[in-house]
């Protein structure tokens, strides 16, 4: 299937749609980690002020992605590398695992599903990732191949879906094809295609899904 670019923004206009939709971003990162904090506690973290019903540890994986998104705003026109890569996973995972911002050198499970990714080796992550983005693809298609390549591959200790998807949104606002986010009512659903993409690596049905329900943009 072609997924042909939904939204076709200018710079000005990606860059004011990510600003305008970065809390729902971070929030987004939060549910896909299963993290029990709400919407408007995410808010208010990320207002800077103190919420006291919330972990600590929820606390700082909120703060890590607020900074991923400002270094990713920061970065629009800078080009997608497997050092760009690295360089967010270690905003999005610090603190949270053995490593971040490096290739994991150990092996590790993913639940719900009997799929092992294998560890990463550097040139092969490279080779792939390149593949990917020198490929015919519209953007779009790059970016939900992005996602499911990264979520699947596994290649940090931590923040690996995290990590997929804010790379997935770098090549979508440089390129004013608009921002990937999974909302509250899509997210059971995504859940449950993602586990079958894990134990097949088949990702047309998960791709067309976030295709038809998670692309957000401005209309005019």
């Known amino acids: ?65 607020r900074d991923a998104w400002r270094f990713l705003l920061d970065t629009v026109e800078a080009p997608v590398t497997l050092d760009y890569m690295c360089r967010l996973n270690a905003y999005i995972a610090r603190n949270e695992a053995l490593e971040w911002g490096k290739l994991r050198t150990g092996t590790v499970a993913i639940s719900g599903t009997d799929y092992e990714p294998p560890i990463p080796e550097e040139k092969t992550v490279e080779k792939e990732l390149n593949a990917i983005l020198a490929s015919d693809d519209t953007v779009t298609g790059k970016a ?9 591959g596994q290649f940090f200790w931590d923040g690996n879906k995290r990590t997929s998807r804010t790379l997935a949104n770098k090549l979508l606002v440089s390129s004013g094809a608009g921002i990937l986010t999974i909302t509250d009512k899509h997210m059971e659903r995504f859940n449950t295609l993602l586990l079958a993409f894990y134990d097949t690596g088949a990702d047309e049905e998960l791709k067309t899904f976030l295709y038809e329900n998670a692309i957000q943009g401005i209309q005019f």
């Open 1 to 65: 299937m072609l997924f042909e670019d939904q939204y076709h923004l200018t710079p000005e206009q990606s860059v004011f749609l990510a600003k305008k939709k970065w809390d729902e971003n971070v929030y987004c990162g939060m549910r896909m980690e299963n993290r029990a904090v709400t919407f408007p506690q995410t808010k208010t973290i990320l207002g800077g002020v103190n919420v006291p019903d919330v972990r600590l540890d929820d606390i700082q994986a909120i703060l890590n992605m």
């Open 144 to 152: 939900l191949s992005l996602f499911c390549w990264g979520a699947r």
